[in-house]
C-alpha cells in the first residue's frame, strides 16, 4: 500500500543548530510532498509544497528537497527557536486528489 | 478571514451512543474533507466533499459513519453507535479545489472525541 514514513522517535536539537527531518515514501511517486506543523491540540498548519520537478523549496528558514531517486524529502529548519518546537508531518498527493500523511516526527528545540 | 470552524471541540461519550460533529469550512472553498487523528498518527482521510457531492468515502466505516454536506457548505459527521476504537480527533478540512494540483489544505482545530 501506498505509505509515507517519518522518524517517529522526537528529535531533540540545541537552539540555533539547523533541525533536519525525513520522508520517505514507498508504492507509489507522489507528484507533490507537502510538510505541515501540528502543535499539540492544534490542527495542521501548511508549511511548504514542493513538487516531484522541482530539486529544492525555501521559505524564510525553511528549506524542502525532493529527491526522487532516493523517494525521500527532507525538511530543514535553520536557526532553529524554541518556538519551532513542534510535530512535523509530511504528506504525499497527486493522483485521485488522494492526500496520505506520514505520522508525523516530533521537534524540540532546546535553549 | 476566518479560518475552518470546528464544534464542539471536546466530546466524551458512553459507548453505543451516538455523536455529531460540525464544520464549516472556509468561505468560498468547495472542497470539503474528515480526517480521522489518533495519538501518534497522521491525519487519514475518511471522506471528501466536491461541493454537496461525496467523491472519495472508500474509508469511511459506513455500518456506523454518516456524512453530509447539505447546500455545499456545513458539514456534520455522524458516529452511531459509537465504539471505544472511535476514540481520536476528528478534522475538518477545505481548500478551493482538490489536491490534485496541490493546492493547500486548511485544517480547523479539531473535535477531541473520548468513547468510554
Known amino acids: 500500500s501506498q505509505k509515507i514514513e517519518q522518524n517517529s522517535e522526537a528529535l531533540n536539537i540545541q537552539e540555533g543548530k539547523t533541525a533536519t527531518l525525513t520522508c520517505n515514501y514507498t508504492?507509489?511517486?507522489?507528484?507533490?510532498l507537502q510538510w505541515y506543523r501540528q502543535d499539540p491540540g492544534r490542527g495542521p498548519v501548511f508549511l511548504l509544497l514542493?513538487?516531484?520537478?522541482?530539486k529544492e523549496k525555501r521559505k524564510e528558514r525553511l528549506k524542502v528537497t525532493f529527491d526522487t531517486t532516493l523517494k525521500q524529502s527532507l525538511f530543514h529548519i535553520t536557526a532553529s527557536q524554541p518556538a519551532d518546537s513542534a510535530t512535523y508531518l509530511c504528506?504525499?498527493?497527486?493522483?485521485?486528489?488522494?492526500?496520505?500523511f506520514g505520522a508525523g516526527t516530533r521537534l524540540a528545540v532546546h535553549p | 478571514e476566518a479560518g475552518v470552524v470546528q464544534s464542539p471541540r471536546y466530546k466524551i461519550i458512553e459507548k453505543k451512543q451516538p455523536v455529531a460533529f460540525w464544520c464549516n469550512p472556509i468561505?468560498?472553498?468547495?472542497?470539503l474533507y474528515w480526517y480521522r487523528q489518533n495519538l501518534g498518527q497522521g491525519p487519514e482521510l475518511l471522506i471528501r466533499?466536491?461541493?454537496?457531492?461525496?467523491?472519495?468515502d472508500s474509508q469511511l466505516p459506513k455500518d456506523r459513519f454518516s456524512a453530509e454536506r447539505l447546500k455545499g457548505v456545513d458539514s456534520t459527521l455522524k458516529i452511531q453507535p459509537a465504539e471505544l476504537g472511535d476514540s481520536a480527533v476528528y478534522l475538518c478540512?477545505?481548500?478551493?479545489?482538490?489536491?490534485?494540483?496541490?493546492?493547500?489544505?486548511?485544517f480547523g482545530e479539531g473535535s477531541w472525541l473520548t468513547v468510554v
Open positions: 478540512a477545505s481548500s478551493s479545489t482538490g489536491t490534485t494540483s496541490g493546492n493547500t489544505i486548511y
Open positions: 508504492n507509489y511517486s507522489p507528484a507533490y
Open positions: 468561505s468560498g472553498h468547495n472542497t
Open positions: 514542493i513538487r516531484e520537478n522541482e
Open positions: 466533499y466536491e461541493n454537496e457531492e461525496a467523491v472519495d
Open positions: 504528506a504525499g498527493g497527486g493522483g485521485y486528489n488522494k492526500l496520505i
